[in-house]
């Protein structure tokens, strides 16, 4: 089956109540929606999360650079098309934007493999349709909660009630002594009966900054953390390192590097104790799964970036893939659900999310949905 259309649309979702992470203020999320369709009519659909703006720029990249390499393709080719279109980005650039539209397309190509192979993506690549553990991921800064401490432990005790024991939530966002009382607060809340994430976004400019930092956290906690996220930039893989060498908390990066070569780096450098690929930015399917292969090899865990969707999938088809972040829709935040039929989204429960039995990637676009938030040029 040949590859006759492919399809991009870029969509601005707001979010429900003005919320901050510790880089940057959240009004809306911006994803990249692509549908494959093959010769017999069938179509698979992929999609990436472009930032809070930059939707247009990605959709470009698929529709000016990647689409006229997979047009008129062998639809099940998925590794060889995916060479020949990075190969295609060697002069518009092999970062950001168009790896990340590279990923949609791909993730549309394994989507459609599955639908015709009439099989959930994770028994396609090899794996299980049983629940995978997976983490409740939240902790924003969003003044509307009320105070820090108090927003924390609610938000955990609402975790909770859903039935998840492991949680994450931001630091950084404000002084160290406000983060560790919130910190504080999250453990408390927990109450001995789970694990605790804490995610920087970058928001610490020196590996000495990072790891006073963290110090405090863990010494407001008073119990092991589980891991301590992109303290540092992306770009400080020496950095990260180098810290990770000096703190007793495990490091977890790579939610923003692209392809097996930047992954090989933080590998190579000792830069993370848990490696935290995102299929939507990585290069899709067949990039993530090389990555967790890889680092399988080197004794490194994966626990995937965002795409609960999506990542579900990937850790039912790894060995070490350990948990799924996941993102109640509650909380207004991973906001790509909206565009999806009620039924399509993903179930969860006691601490697990479930894989679709459903063909693909077992998700549905809601078309009004989709056409609510659509962003065209001139609009």
């Not at 017999?40 to 990249?61: M, Q, V």
């Amino acid at each position: 089956m040949t590859i006759t259309d492919i399809r991009a649309r870029a969509v601005d979702i707001p979010v429900t109540v003005p919320t901050r992470m510790s880089n940057r203020d959240l009004n809306s999320r911006h994803y990249v929606l692509v549908e494959v369709r093959d010769e017999s009519g069938r179509t698979g659909l992929g999609y990436t999360y472009a930032g809070t703006a930059g939707a247009f720029l990605t959709k470009a990249a698929v529709d000016d650079l990647l689409a006229p390499v997979y047009l008129g393709e062998d639809a099940d080719d998925a590794v060889g098309s995916w060479r020949r279109a990075y190969q295609e980005t060697l002069l518009a650039g092999r970062r950001g934007a168009v790896i990340r539209a590279l990923s949609a397309v791909d993730i549309a190509l394994w989507d459609l493999k599955a639908k015709r192979a009439g099989q959930p993506l994770a028994t396609l690549l090899g794996g299980t349709t049983a629940p995978q553990p997976a983490y409740a991921s939240g902790g924003y800064y969003r003044p509307s909660d009320g105070e820090p401490e108090q927003a924390v432990a609610a938000e955990i005790a609402f975790n909770r009630s859903q039935g998840f024991t492991d949680h994450k939530i931001k630091v950084g966002g404000l002084t160290v002594a406000e983060d560790a009382a919130r910190v504080a607060a999250a453990v408390e809340a927990i109450g001995g009966h789970g694990r605790l994430a804490l995610d920087a976004n970058n928001a610490y400019r020196s590996v000495a900054e990072a790891r006073s930092a963290i110090e405090a956290f863990e010494r407001a906690a008073a119990t092991p953390l589980w891991w301590f996220e992109e303290p540092l930039s992306p770009d400080a893989i020496a950095g990260h390192a180098e810290l990770a060498a000096r703190i007793r908390t495990p490091v977890a990066t790579g939610e923003i590097h692209q392809t097996r070569w930047e992954f090989r780096g933080l590998i190579e450098a000792g830069s993370a104790a848990i490696l935290q690929a995102d299929a939507g930015v990585v290069g899709g399917v067949t990039e993530w799964m090389r990555v967790a292969h890889t680092a399988d090899s080197f004794g490194l865990p994966m626990a995937p970036h965002w795409h609960h969707n999506l990542h579900v999938h990937l850790a039912a088809a790894t060995d070490n893939t350990v948990t799924v972040e996941y993102f109640a829709p509650e909380k207004g935040i991973y906001n790509f659900e909206t565009l999806l039929t009620e039924d399509t989204r993903l179930r969860y429960r006691d601490g697990h999310v479930l894989v679709p039995d459903r063909p693909g990637l077992g998700i549905e676009l809601d078309e009004d949905a989709v056409a609510k938030f659509e962003i065209v040029i001139g609009s």
